[in-house]
């Protein structure tokens, strides 16, 4: 049963009962139409308490319902809250943590509602792309007022229920036993006479709604370009200042079927569950014992270990921080210092919590100092005899059961592994720089890596609030895998005809933040230029276009060296077609004996995002990924790739592998074509008219 019914002496409570998150769907909404009804024909019941049970009041509709029959099958959340709300007998809602979405409107058609402290209260909808569909842009403005309900259901953020103790929402915000409260609330207001309060009979009061809602509207202008949802949730309130409660509610309705169905909000729900899902391993058993992480080591206390240390202190875990030189050291510090600084100037931070971050690190020079901790993270020079050197010595000085980890963006985990002689132990933890800031940790599992140990560090990466996604042992693991396919691509392109400008201009206005030039001259073309050499010993056979060797060669490595394939004036990050670049490339091609021809920006768009495509399809096949949604959550999470698009894989599904398949065959018979090896999985789901997501 989703919803559980019993009677406390005159009061009837509806328990929802619909793990993990109560959430409304079909059979938990026909539970509590049953559960109002069983009440109003008992006289003995004088009051409903309306509450859940679990980690949740309700965190809403349940999503993985929309788009299916049973989201519009009566009794559907409407009509649910009509009910509630039509109720002769009072109804109380109880709230004794989440109420989010429909489980926020429900509690809205109450007729009185408390709430524990520390409750999370929101309208969550507009980051799935949607708004709140049953009541919430008509309710919740004439609960809190238009301000503070315009904020939240834009926004979407969470607040805390004792912040909202004195806005109209809620009857009482209670510190002790929320349940007794209920039960006590629910007797005192079982003994009054009806009609009980409703809501929507509330007026919205503004001394310039009008004002207030074009201000609203000019703040979401720049998300607005790519998300329809916001200025929705904006059009939807101001239909019931406007036209009053009915009206506003149908128009709440029509703006909520129209949002469902677009792109964006199928790429926000595939993002919501594509998180979720990251964190589960298909051999991994969800109630995998964890190993406890209480005392971390960083080893090297440069940009990434110290971005990485970060993290830890951030969520409260002591951290040893391990250099060789103490000077080394001391920077180390010195720019976490700053980082932590330039947050609270920001006001992102309070200024105690400096020093008690700063006071979690313990600065060594001596790797007897990371004997205690339960996990240690290496993020020293990325080469493979200094990697052997660090783990060596982890192996020596490590307690039993720690944690070794290393943050090694190229190099082989196994070989890694294979210096200690606790391969079991060993895992890759890749972080983005800067760490701190990126959301995105890809999981590297060795050959060997034990699989308590993958939990522990899928359970520690919720809690320092990384992505994490589990990639296999290969070269460049899941997403610079799939990056050096889509760089070839672009290559190729200047060598065709192409100018960087364009090129970044056509995959920007597609929605990544940054095109790969621009992206390299950040990054700093060296870096790219190191992994080629390294390429062209390892697989001579395998054809690149040579025209960033030669960029490289006239020292231009990018914002650093103050040209790369862009100029930039001094202090200055903003990118300035290079006259020289532009005739070098144009040389290049000459030399090449190419004809340059005029490239399209759909080409553009569709060879680099098609690569990205292909060579995730590839890591699917191999198992390097255990499902596309991983591939995505990398893409989203660490490439800037654009969030309303979903990820690479589902825009693919988007277009139709069948599409795909044909753009990629077209490439592959142009020039440069050998670089298209089209993945066999594109081909068998396109004949079976699928697509990766299914
Ligand atoms: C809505 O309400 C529309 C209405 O306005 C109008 C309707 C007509 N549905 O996040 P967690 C699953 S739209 C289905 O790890 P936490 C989630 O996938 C909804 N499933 O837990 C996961 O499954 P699994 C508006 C849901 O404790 C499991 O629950 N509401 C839903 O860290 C645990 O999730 C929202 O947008 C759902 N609504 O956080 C709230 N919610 O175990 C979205 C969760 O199989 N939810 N699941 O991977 C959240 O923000 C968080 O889940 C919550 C709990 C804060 C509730």
């Not at 919430?136 to 229920?161: C, F, H, K, Y």
């Not at 009857?171 to 409260?181: F, I, M, S, W």
């Not at 330039?342 to 004997?371: C, F, H, W």
Request: proline share 4%.
């Amino acid at each position: 049963m989703a919803v559980d019914y019993t009677t406390h002496d005159g009061v009837a409570v509806i328990t929802l009962n619909n793990p993990p998150v109560n959430g409304l769907g079909l059979s938990t909404r026909a539970g509590i139409v049953e559960g109002i009804e069983r009440a109003q024909h008992d006289p003995a019941i004088k009051a409903i308490v309306l509450t859940g049970a679990g980690k949740a009041f309700s965190g809403g509709a349940d999503i993985t319902e929309f788009n299916t029959p049973k989201a519009t099958q009566e009794p559907t959340l409407a009509t649910v809250i009509k009910i509630v709300e039509s109720s002769a007998k009072p109804v109380i809602a109880a709230i004794h943590s989440v109420a989010m979405g429909g489980g926020l409107e429900l509690a809205l058609g109450a007729h009185y509602r408390i709430a524990a402290s520390g409750a999370q209260i929101a309208l969550p909808e507009v980051k799935l792309g949607i708004l709140p569909g049953a009541g919430g842009t008509q309710r919740l403005p004439r609960a809190i007022g238009l301000e503070a309900a315009l904020n939240m259901i834009v926004s979407g953020a969470p607040v805390m229920s004792e912040k909202l103790a004195e806005s109209g929402l809620f009857d009482e915000v209670v510190q002790g036993d929320l349940a007794e409260a209920a039960l006590a609330f629910a007797r005192k207001v079982g003994a009054q006479d009806g009609p009980h309060p409703k809501v929507r009979e509330r007026k919205i009061e503004h001394p310039n709604a009008a004002g207030f809602i074009q201000f609203a509207r000019n703040s979401v202008a720049a998300v607005a370009k790519n998300f329809p949802a916001p200025q929705k949730c904006i059009d939807a309130v101001e239909a019931g200042v406007q036209k009053g409660f009915d009206k506003g509610l149908a128009f709440e309705r029509d703006c909520f079927v129209a949002l469902v169905q677009t792109p964006e909000s199928h790429a926000l729900r595939h993002a919501f569950f594509g998180e979720r899902a990251a964190s589960k391993i298909p051999d991994v058993p969800a109630d995998t014992p964890v190993r406890d992480i209480s005392q971390v080591g960083v080893i090297g206390a440069g940009t990434m270990g110290g971005g990485i240390a970060m993290n830890f202190i951030n969520a409260g875990i002591p951290v040893t921080l391990l250099e060789t030189k103490q000077d080394a050291l001391d920077r180390g510090l010195a720019t976490i210092r700053k980082n932590y600084e330039a947050n609270v100037s920001k006001g992102k931070l309070k200024p105690e919590a400096l020093e008690q971050r700063m006071a979690l690190i313990t600065p060594t020079l001596s790797y007897d100092d990371l004997k205690n901790a339960d996990l240690i993270v290496e993020a020293v020079f990325e080469e493979l005899g200094v990697k052997e050197q660090v783990f060596k010595r982890l192996d020596e000085v490590a307690k039993r059961g720690a944690i070794l980890a290393s943050n090694t963006s190229t190099l082989d985990v196994d070989k890694i592994a294979a210096f200690t002689k606790r391969p079991q132990d060993v895992v890759g933890m890749h972080f983005f720089s800067p760490a701190n800031v990126m959301k995105l940790l890809e999981v590297v599992r060795g050959k060997d890596t034990a699989k308590d140990v993958l939990a522990t560090v899928m359970k520690l990466a919720k809690k320092i609030r990384k992505t994490a996604v589990v990639s296999g042992v290969c070269d460049g693991f899941i997403g610079n895998r799939m990056i050096e396919q889509y760089i070839r691509q672009a290559l190729f392109m200047l060598e065709e005809g192409a100018l960087p400008a364009q090129v970044d201009k056509a995959i920007e206005k597609f929605g990544f933040a940054m095109g790969p030039f621009r992206m390299s001259d950040l990054a700093g073309n060296d870096i790219g230029w190191a992994i080629r050499k390294r390429r062209y010993q390892e697989q001579p056979d395998l054809h690149y276009s040579k025209i960033a060797d030669r960029l490289c060669e006239t020292g231009r490595f990018g914002q650093k060296t103050g040209g790369g394939w862009y100029d930039y004036k001094a202090g200055d990050r903003t990118a300035h077609p290079s006259k020289l670049v532009d005739e070098m490339i144009v040389a290049f091609s000459k030399e090449a004996s190419v004809e340059r021809r005029k490239i399209s920006d759909e080409e553009i768009v569709e060879r680099l995002v098609f690569a990205l495509v292909n060579e995730g399809a590839k890591i699917l096949e191999e198992g390097i990924a255990s499902k596309a949604s991983d591939i995505d959550m990398v893409y989203l999470t660490g490439y800037g790739f654009p969030l309303y698009r979903g990820g690479p894989m589902l825009y693919a599904d988007t277009v139709g592998l069948y599409n795909v398949e044909r753009a990629i065959r077209r490439y592959a018979s142009r020039a440069n074509g050998d670089a298209w090896q089209l993945a066999p999985g594109i081909v068998e789901l396109a004949a079976k008219g699928r697509g990766f997501n299914g």
